[in-house]
Nanobody
Framework: QVQLVESGGGSVQAGGSLRLSCAVSGYTYSTYCVAWFRQAPGKEREGVAKLSTANVATYYIDSVKGRFTMSQDSAMNTVYLHMNSLQSEDTAMYYC?????????????????WGQGTQVTVSS
């Protein structure tokens, strides 16, 4: 059974930092694509960043480029989202999701497995 477990969310002031973790277990293949999505109240789920564990290629949407960074710990099957210079607009529930490979865009329908989400709240 594939499981993704997020952790690391919390409340910070604007300009602060958080590191989200996504621990993957039970997936058959040794390489995969992990994406981070976020959803604010009343808004659609938005793809934020993705990482291919095969070649560590990453992609970020413009609004987080230069502030957010993804990394992986292969030994721990864990992928991270390092979030710096957080802004109030970053407030949302953050989800990690997994698919066998990364596609060009970060769209929810392309991902097969999801975590339960972790809340990030940024106060100004």
């Amino acid at each position: 059974q594939v499981q993704l477990v997020e952790s690391g969310g919390g409340s910070v002031q604007a300009g602060g930092s958080l590191r989200l973790s996504c621990a993957v277990s039970g997936y058959t293949y040794s390489t995969y694509c992990v994406a981070w999505f976020r959803q604010a109240p009343g808004k659609e789920r938005e793809g934020v960043a993705k990482l291919s564990t095969a070649n560590v290629a990453t992609y970020y949407i413009d609004s987080v480029k230069g502030r957010f960074t993804m990394s992986q710990d292969s030994a721990m099957n864990t992928v991270y989202l390092h979030m710096n210079s957080l802004q109030s607009e970053d407030t949302a529930m953050y989800y990690c999701a997994l698919h066998k490979y990364c596609r060009q865009w970060i769209r929810p329908d392309d991902y097969d497995y999801w975590g339960q989400g972790t809340q990030v709240t940024v106060s100004s």
